[in-house]
Structure formats: C-alpha cells, structure tokens
C-alpha cells in the first residue's frame, strides 16, 4: 500500500476530444465486442489485420490504400518519414500477398501488416541515413536481422522513419533532415530519438514500428505519442544492421497501438542471431511460435477474473516521482499504481538510492562509446566525401561537414573520457557505477515482480524550447537510462494525460522486469491496458485531418 | 571444448558482394592525399635462412665495451580458412577487394563475430611458446584513423592478452658459434590485420585495397633479451619454424605472413639502465633482421663514442634494402594516444582448463623437443638444425628411422643429394616421389650388397624423379650386384685377355694399371660387380701368372 497515494484528478484518465470519428482502425475493430457506454481498450491491430485478411474481409491492397489515404493526409503535418518508397512498390507487394491467400498458400503471421523502420536501421531496398547527412543517400547492401525476420513473417515496411541524427537526441529535432511533430500537439515534439516511429504509429501511418532504444529512445516517444513501447532485453534482438550508437546499450525495440502488437512484432524479431555475438541464445519463451497460441496469452478484458493481478508486486521507484517531475506526471503514475492495487497487486515503494547516477554515467559511457562507432564515417568508402589535399584534411571537413552539432559534442565528450589520463576517473568509474546500478536493479527486482515509473518527468514539450539547453535535454533521460545501463526490458504504455494541445497530451508509464522477463511484462500490460476505463489514445490529428 | 561465447562461421546467405559500394572509381576505393607516412607495401624480397656471409662482418662490429638489448615484436598472420571476425576468404595476392563483405569494410550496422579458430591458434601458440594463458580474456579497440582501416579501430586485445610469461629455446648454428639461447615471451595477444594502401607512382591519389582487413593476427611480443643481430635472426627463425610445425601459419615473411619490427638500444657494458631504443621496420627476411640491427648497434656505438648520444632518439626507423643503412620514419613514437577501451560488441573469451588441456595434449612435437632427441640420437648439431628445421622433413627422416634405417646414413642422404635435389627442382619434401619406405630399402639395399653405393645414387635419382619401388628399378634395370666369384672371375679373364699389352706394363712393374682393370671390369659388369670383389679376384689373377 502506498499511502502517500493521492486522489487521482479525473484528468488524468479522460481525454477531451471523446468521442473520435470513425476510421480504418475502427473498421477493423468491428469484430470485437465493444461497450457502448465508454470506448473500448486498445485491440490488436496485427491479429485484426490477420482477421480481416484470411475472412477475406479486405485485401491486403485495400488496407494499404486507406493507409495511404490517411499517410497522404497527416504526413506533411508530422513529417515523420525520412523515405516513403514508391506506392506503387507497396501495393505490387500487396496484390501479390492478395493472390497468395486468394490461392489458399499459408501466409506468415504478419502477413500484410504495415511496419515502419527507423532510418538507423539498415534497409537494403531503401535509403538509411541514420538521420545524418554523412550518411545522405545511402544504400546499405543488406537488411538488418530485424527487419528480415519481419519481412519473413509477412510484414510490409512503409517506410523509414526520422530520428535525431545517429540515435542521439530526445526530440527528434536533432534529425539533419526535417523535424517531426508530435500527433497529439503539432507544435510539441513527439519525443526522441526515434520520435518518427512514434508518432507514426500514434497518428497510425502504420500498424507498428521498429526503434532503437540506447538511452530511452524508445520509451521516451512513446509516451510522448501515447503509444505503446518496448524496449527489450540486451541481446534479446539482434543488433544486427542496426547503426551503432553505444553498442554495450544499443537496442532495437517495438512500437504499436497496443501491448499485444508490440509482443508480436517483439516475438516476430527476436531471438539468437549469429552476425550478433552480443544476441541471446535464449530461446524467446514469453510467446509460442504461432498466432493462436499468442491469443491465450492475450485473453480479451471480458474474460478476466476480478483481480488478475493478484499476487503480483509491482515496485514503485521512489526516486522518480519527487523534485523535478511534473505533478501531473506524478498524478498519472499514482493513478497507475492505484490501478495495480485494483486488479489485486500490492504496490509498494522501493528505493534505488543508484538512481541518481545513471544519468553522468550513461553520458560518459553512450558518448565514449559513440566516439569509437562513428570513426568509421571518414568519407573513404561510403557517405559523403569532401575532396581535400590532405588525408586529414579529408578527414575533417568530411566529418565537419556531415555531423550534426550534437553528434560532434557528444564525439568529443567520449574522445576525452578515453583519452589516456582520463579513462580511470571517467570510463572506468562509469563502468562501476553501472554494475551498481545493475545490482541495485537485480535487488529490486527480487522483492518485487516489476518495478514502474514514469517513462519521462514530463510531457511532450515545445519544439525549439530545449533544443539551445542539452542539460535539461539530458535531464529528461533520467527516468529511462539506469534501464539499458542494467539491460533490462521496459514496457511503456499510456496510462493518462494531463491538459495540453487540443485534446491533452499522453503519459507513459514505465513497467521494467527481469532480464528476458518480456512475456510477464507483455502479460501485465496487456492486462493493465484492457482494463484501464475511459482512456482511448487515438490523437486528434487522425479525427481531425480524416473529417476534414 | 572451450565454454566460449565466441562463433565460427564460414558461409554468408546474405554477404552479397557490395559492388555498387566498392566499384566506387574502378573497384578500388580511392582517396587523394599526399600522406607523409606512405607506407610502401611491395616488398618482394628473397627470404633467406640466416646466411652465412654476414657474419664475418657482425663478429668486428661488436664492440667490447658496448651491450645490444634488443627486443622484437612479431606479427604472425593465421591461416584460417576465414578472417577473423566474418566469413571472406583471405588469399594472398587475390584482385584487390575480391573478397571482403559489409563486415570486414566496416558498412554502418555491420557486427564482428569472433572466430573460434583464432582462439584456437592463439592458445596453440601460446601453450608451445610456454606461457601462462588467461582462461579469462577480453578484447579492445585501439582507435586511430587510417584509409586502411574501415572502422577506424582496430579490435585488438590490450591490458589482458590471452598469453603471457612464456619463452622461447634457440639453438645458435654451428657457424654462428653455437650454443643454446632462451629468449622471454611478454605476451601473445590475438587482433585482426588492416587493409592495404596501393600507391601509384606520380599520381596524387592512393588507392584501398581492403582484402587483407580483418584477417587474424597474433602479435607476439619477446622480452628485450637479445644482444645480436643473429640472435634476433634466430629468433624469429624459431617462431617461424613454431607456426610452421602448428599449422596456424605459411609464416611466409615476403606475403607479409611473419613480419618483425626489433627495437634497438645501446648501453655501456655494467650499465643496468636501458637506452633509448629505436624500432626497426620493414624486415622482410631473417637476413635483413640480422643486417640491420648489427646496422643499427654499430650507428648507435658510433654516436655514443662521438659523445653524441642525445641524437640517439625514440623513433621508428625504416631498412633500407638497397642501401643496407636504417633511414629515419618518424619521430616522437610514445605519443600516440589510441584510447583503447573493451569492445563491447564481443562477449569475453573465457576458456575452460579441458579446452586448454585438450588442445596441449594434441600439439604435436615441438621444434626445441625434435632437436633434443635428434641430439640423442647421436646426430651431429649441423644434422639436428637441418632437419628440425622443416617438420615435414623431420616426419620424412623419422619414419624412415622408424622401419630401422640407420639415422646417420639417412640424415646424410637427405641432407646431401635429396636436398640438392629438391633446391634444384623448387620442391618440398612432399612433393617429391621418394618415399620414407623406399629411402629405407634404398639403405639397406646397400647396406645388404645387394647394389654398390654408386648404383644406389642412380637409383635415388630414378626415385626422386619418377617414383616408383627400389626393388622395382633394380629389377627393371638389371641392377643387382655380382657377387658371385666365378661371375666376376669371367669378366676379369675377358678383361685381361682383351688387354695384353697393358697385363705386360703390369707385370713389369707399372702396378698403377690395377685401377684401369679394374675400371674395365667395372663397365663390363655395367657397374654391378661387387667392387671388394672385383679387386680381389683382379689382383689374384694379375698378379698369379707373373
């Protein structure tokens, strides 16, 4: 029990804009049963896809178009693609899947669901930049592990999406390119660094999305988008592909509409992979190979017991809800925690005394880190390449020319913490306080099951209003970085609001678990989510922009 | 087997060669620069065994009151079937960038993926050149940048290499003045090769060559403990002949197989403290190992005895072949920062004792072993050294030991016309036709009378040329020695019959004529006759009738 507990403010559960116009994600939805009196919780946008293809309720080629229609109308507001390939590529891709299930073939479990990649991630029909201009135009000549095992199973990528450059911001502001707005505010940002696959989903230019997830780049955006994010184990996925940013903390994470489709995709991608030394051998267990069998996992919220939690203790992280957090932040997260109580958890605060140093040492180890992965973009075999007399020359302008002002800062920060009288008191140190925070974690996570927390301190904020302040750009990490220092797996997911925009802005609530814990964590949000009333995460920019 | 985390693999679905990359300007990578540190990377020189002729002059260039301390750094490229860290081929001399992959040229979001042979070799070499092995050991990067090197690091291992603590036993040839030497290993430590730099003359661009990048590496570090240009020759002959007899190397020194880099200083003799040492680069024989560190000693006493040891600095200086003389590279060494740190996208290299105890229990006789027991043998140390030098010719002389051939006689028929013959035909011991069993025959054939020693020549050469079984020849040829006394009587008869003019000069004196005889009866015997025999019966019948 936590008696510091207070009232929840009904804001915190009610959005403003009740009740939403209808649109292709409400068609879908037609076949699950649905209250009258209040919206109904999230459904999985995969399975409806798989639903409505095999009852042949619609073609691959007619979800795809209303996808288009509904991209065509939000992205020049939120500008969250980098590349859209041809949409004549897209729909060959899906009259051909049409035609397979019109011939009775067996078609993978993500067969025609619209997946977007961020632009850190390798794709081989398609630019990857990594949001820089090092980078522009390039053409990797192979497909990331993750986005293979994706197109495998059946899904179609849409396109790749911004990004701060290189994985390194929270805003997504640091892009060389374009900056992307958040879908519940345009003029806020959707959060960073893969603040495009976010808000792709939330605005739903796609079903899911692929991130990555150094510092929290996962998590982060999607609170800031009221979507769902996952964030999972080091080594669950394969780095494989993936642009390094701090390769010891680098993942590739999920985003959807829903807890049930971020486990899909997450199950869709993970696993041992052997270009990757650093990926598990650990067979995923938290979901079975096949689509029906995930439907146990994911009952619907009719057939829940009273309290299908009960027994489970959920851990509430007393260092981040104090100074520095906003109240309505901390609002929401108290209601969360009431939340628990009700579906039969015990919520109990618990103290990482650690917490506090994650930030100083994720910064020392994700820019020395970053300073060694981008040596290789010296303009000699690949990227842009500034023509000089000299070698080193070459060297500078290529590289002063192609990064971004935050890249070089945090290059430079990582050269000296490197530098030989340096390492002891800067990379060494941070190496240690990472095992203890790892420890710390270890121990929390032995008294509870897992432990929350809010996934920023604060809502989506103004673009332009940190952008000249990277401290407070960097303080705004602290909720999600002590997590990738300890490798373990988060689940963030929409648990409120607080006023903002039009229609409120979306908080996350951060549920962290035991290493390759994803299946508990996949279990208790799902449940979480279809059991949390009168909150329906569907931005505004998607009524709006399809009424009009 | 070893309870690593570390992957071997060799075929890559998906390594599509990335043409549209590398085809950037004619297949090479290119960039324009007038780099200060070219590094010339043609060298094709003759690698010698450590010859003989330099040594007159080495004996009156070392001066009494100076001491030489000399240490070496070797880097031994291993002959894995793939590089190290993903599943290209390496071969020596390939179409520049024929065989690299979006891993080993560094593309963005490309991962290293250790191979367990590296490993493998590493502990090989580590455990034969007696050194203590971490069964707990990482990698690192040491970062600094370089056209040939694609990631701009270079994974290496720094403050925990996977051996350390060892030596390494020489023997000193006979003409070097002999003797026994052990030399200290500071560490082996595994990292991977960079790519080579192509420069073409009176052009101002260089090209990239990345075939050889990421190709495995052991860099073997020795303790400062040699005093001369010979023994750091020796040295590195022994390390060599070790990767050699391992298998984990060609360690071919002109393909850049083996390469030395020595480090040279100068102290009066009694003085403990070092001086300042000089590295020595482009080694590319043992001969030029030995040349130019007698080179280098001798520039180094010269300036000390002028009184000008401050011009005696830290730096790495280049052979010059041509000139037999050392040229300055570059200054200031020692400053370079190359802020290593773990890699972190390999686990860490832990081994289990099995492992290492396994790979211990099958290596196989080591060079300094062969040549103790070749010793014991009784064989002379010239005869030890020779054939010790090459295993293959050490397998060839063993089982021919082994089917009870006497080891002196076949040590000097290997050494004498089998290795006349291979120097003359280019060829290795297992390439040539003579087999271990025939050499044996061959012996005892002779051993046994059943040829003279002069058709036994005749014979090998058939062997060594054409293959084939000593009984085989012999028989083919008609070869087999006359020994029966009435035979050879009836080619002596013939003989004098034929030749009374010369029996008379005998007879009366001129005794001298015995050797015309007996040639005569020799070639009519066509070389068969048993020559004890011959000359017995010959002399018997010269000298009956007088």
């Not at chain 1, 996808?67 to 004549?88: G, I």
Request: glycine residues 8%.
């Amino acid at each position: 029990m936590i008696l510091t507990l207070q009232t929840p403010r009904p804001l915190s559960r009610l959005p403003r804009f009740l009740p939403f116009s209808t649109n292709a994600s409400i068609t879908l939805n037609q076949s699950q049963p649905a209250t009258c009196t209040s919206p109904p919780p999230p459904h999985s946008q995969i399975l409806s896809t798989r639903h409505s293809l095999l009852s042949r309720q619609f073609s691959a080629a007619d979800l795809l178009r209303s996808h288009l229609n509904r991209l065509n109308l939000t992205e020049p507001h939120l500008r969250s693609f980098l590349h859209l390939p041809d949409p004549s590529d897209l729909l060959a891709q899906a009259d051909s899947l049409d035609r397979r299930i019109a011939a009775g073939e067996d078609v993978g479990p993500l067969a025609g669901v619209l997946v977007a990649v961020k632009d850190n991630i390798c794709t081989a029909d398609m630019p990857s930049t990594g949001g820089s201009r090092i980078l522009e135009g390039y053409r990797p000549p192979f497909d990331a592990t993750a986005v293979k095992r994706a197109k495998e199973l059946g899904a179609i990528v849409v396109g790749k999406t911004n990004l701060d450059e290189f994985g390194m911001g929270s805003t997504t502001e640091g892009s060389a390119f374009q900056v992307t707005a958040n879908p519940w505010d345009l003029s806020r940002v959707p959060g960073g660094s893969s603040g495009g696959s976010a808000a792709a989903v939330s605005a739903r230019q796609c079903v899911v999305s692929l991130g990555s997830d150094t510092g929290g780049s996962v998590r982060q955006p999607a609170s800031f988008c009221g979507v769902v994010g996952l964030k999972p184990t080091y080594g669950r996925v394969s780095r494989f592909g993936l642009m390094a940013y701090a390769s010891s903390l680098d993942t590739i994470g999920c985003f959807g509409s829903s807890v049930a489709d971020a486990g899909i995709l997450l199950h869709a991608i993970s696993g041992h992979d052997r270009f990757d030394a650093t990926s598990s051998n650990q067979i995923p267990k938290f979901i079975s190979q096949d689509v029906p069998n995930f439907l146990s996992h994911f009952v619907s919220a009719s057939s829940f017991e009273s309290k299908p939690l009960k027994g489970l203790r959920v851990g509430l992280i007393r260092e981040t809800i104090g100074d520095g957090v906003d109240a309505g932040v901390i609002s929401a997260i108290h209601s969360a925690a009431s939340h628990f109580e009700e579906l039969g958890c015990s919520v109990n605060e618990v103290s990482l005394p650690s917490f506090s140093l994650g930030l100083p040492a994720y910064y020392i180890l994700a820019s020395s880190e970053s300073s060694s992965n981008l040596s290789r973009y010296d303009g000699i075999r690949y990227g842009n390449q500034v023509y000089a007399d000299e070698l080193d020359s070459l060297y500078g302008s290529s590289r002063a020319n192609g990064f971004g002002s935050e890249v070089k800062m945090r290059i430079l920060m990582g050269t000296y913490a490197l530098s030989a009288g340096y390492y002891d008191a800067y990379y060494k140190r941070a190496q240690q306080v990472r095992t203890i925070i790892r420890n710390s974690f270890t121990e929390a996570l032995n008294q509870n099951d897992i432990l929350i927390s809010p996934a920023a301190p604060s809502p989506a904020y103004k673009i332009g209003e940190k952008k000249n302040d990277p401290l407070a750009m960097y303080a705004g990490d602290i909720m999600t970085v002590n997590v990738n220092l300890a490798g373990l797996p988060a689940l963030v997911l929409p648990c409120g609001f607080v006023e903002g925009g039009t229609a409120g802005l979306p908080i996350g609530l951060q549920m962290i678990g035991a290493a390759f814990g994803e299946e508990e964590l996949l279990r208790v949000g799902h449940i979480f989510e279809q059991t949390l009333e009168n909150c329906r995460f569907v931005p505004p920019i998607i009524a709006e922009d399809i009424a009009s | 087997m070893a309870s690593t985390i570390f992957r071997s693999f060799q075929v890559h679905s998906f390594m599509l060669y990335p043409t549209s990359l590398i085809t950037r300007r004619n297949g090479v990578f290119r960039f324009t620069t007038k780099s200060s540190q070219s590094q010339t990377e043609t060298q094709q020189r003759q690698q010698t065994k450590v010859s003989q002729s330099t040594q007159s002059k080495k004996l009156d260039k070392i001066p009494k009151d100076y001491e030489a301390v000399i240490g070496i750094e070797t880097h031994v490229q291993l002959s894995t079937l793939t590089k190290a860290f993903c599943g290209c081929p390496y071969n020596y001399g390939s179409h520049p960038n024929s065989t690299i992959c979006p891993i080993c040229m560094g593309l963005p979001g490309s991962l290293p993926v250790l191979n367990s042979k590296v490993i493998e070799f590493a502990v090989k070499l580590g455990l034969a050149l007696n050194c203590n092995l971490a069964l707990n050991s990482k990698f690192d990067r040491k970062q600094y940048f370089y056209p040939d090197l694609p990631k701009g690091y270079q994974i290496s291992q720094f403050d925990v290499p996977i051996a350390t603590s060892g030596f390494l036993d020489v023997d000193i040839p006979v003409e070097f003045g002999g003797g026994h030497r052990r030399f200290g290993i500071t560490r082996v430590h595994m990292e991977e090769d960079a790519g080579k730099l192509l420069h073409t003359e009176g052009e101002n661009y260089s090209q990239v060559d990345l075939n050889r990048a990421g190709v495995p590496l052991l860099e073997i570090v020795s303790e400062p403990d040699m005093r001369t240009g010979i023994e750091a020759a020796e040295y590195a002959a022994e390390i060599q002949r070790l990767v050699r007899y391992l298998g984990v190397s060609n360690g071919n020194m002109q393909e850049g197989s083996l390469r030395c880099d020595v480090n040279v200083s100068i102290r009066p003799i009694g003085q403990s403290k070092f001086g300042t040492k000089v590295e020595i680069k482009n080694l590319n024989s043992f001969s030029s190992v030995n040349r130019a560190i007698d080179y280098e000693i001798a520039r180094q006493v010269q300036l000390h005895r002028e009184g000008q040891e401050d011009r005696i600095v830290q730096e790495t200086r280049l052979w010059e072949e041509g000139a037999q003389k050392t040229i300055t590279m570059r200054k200031k060494e020692g400053l370079a920062d190359y802020r290593y740190f773990p890699e972190p996208d390999l686990p860490a290299v832990i081994l289990s004792q099995e492992y290492v105890d396994d790979i211990q229990s099958s290596l196989p006789e080591l060079p300094e072993i062969k040549r103790r027991r070749y010793e014991n043998m009784g064989l002379s140390m010239q005869d030890v050294l020779f054939l010790a030098n090459d295993n293959n010719v050490a397998d060839f002389f063993d089982a021919t030991v082994a089917k009870g051939a006497d080891a002196k006689l076949v040590a000097n028929w290997i050494m004498s016309d089998i290795a006349a013959f291979m120097k003359n035909e280019k060829l290795t011991i297992n390439e040539i036709k003579l087999t271990p069993d025939e050499l044996f025959e061959l012996i005892a054939s002779i051993k046994d009378g059943v040829i003279s020693g002069k058709i036994g020549k005749e014979i090998l050469f058939e062997l060594l040329s054409k293959g084939g079984t000593v009984k085989g020849i012999i028989a083919e040829k008609d070869l087999v020695q006359i020994v029966d006394p009435a035979e050879i009587e009836k080619i002596v008869d013939k003989v004098i019959a034929d030749n009374p003019k010369q029996l008379e000069q005998y007879r009366s004196g001129k005794t001298k004529l015995q050797g015309y005889f007996a040639g005569q009866v020799m070639k009519l015997s066509k070389g068969k006759a048993n020559p004890g025999l011959l000359n017995k019966i010959l002399l018997e019948k010269l000298n009956s009738k007088s």
